[in-house]
């Protein structure tokens, strides 16, 4: 399992929509569970394909947390379980999402920057 922090210079509303774009276009989307209170805090997950040949199967789990000045703190989380073969797929996976976040979003303009 890897961590990766990040900042979108945007708005919950619309980091949560960069978010759910971004990882219905690499995998699977999966229903988050209901939690704290959506207009501070919201979790959006997907399965997508890591490790070689994007085989092994990587869950994807974005924390948004509304901040101050319309930014979201993002928090990445990729989980995947490795064989006798270490590749990281987890980690790799997280860190490929982070960035793809971190790139224009559908507008056009720019969704934010990393940490």
Do not use: C, W, Y
Not at 2 to 30: C, F, I, Y
Not at 67 to 80: F, M
Not at 83 to 90: C, M, T
């Amino acid at each position: 399992m890897h961590e990766v922090p990040l900042t979108l210079a945007a708005p919950l509303d619309a980091a949560t929509r960069h978010v759910s774009g971004v990882l219905a276009r690499l995998g699977s989307p999966r229903r988050a569970a209901r939690g704290a209170d959506p207009t501070v805090r919201r979790v959006v997950r997907a399965v997508i394909g890591g490790g070689f040949g994007k085989m092994n199967p990587v869950l994807v789990t974005v924390t948004l947390t509304a901040g101050g000045q319309g930014g979201t703190a993002v928090s990445v989380r990729g989980a995947a379980k490795e064989g006798l073969i270490k590749q990281r797929a987890g980690e790799r996976t997280a860190r490929r999402v982070a960035a793809l976040l971190t790139t224009a979003d559908p507008d056009g303009s720019r969704a934010g920057a990393g940490r």
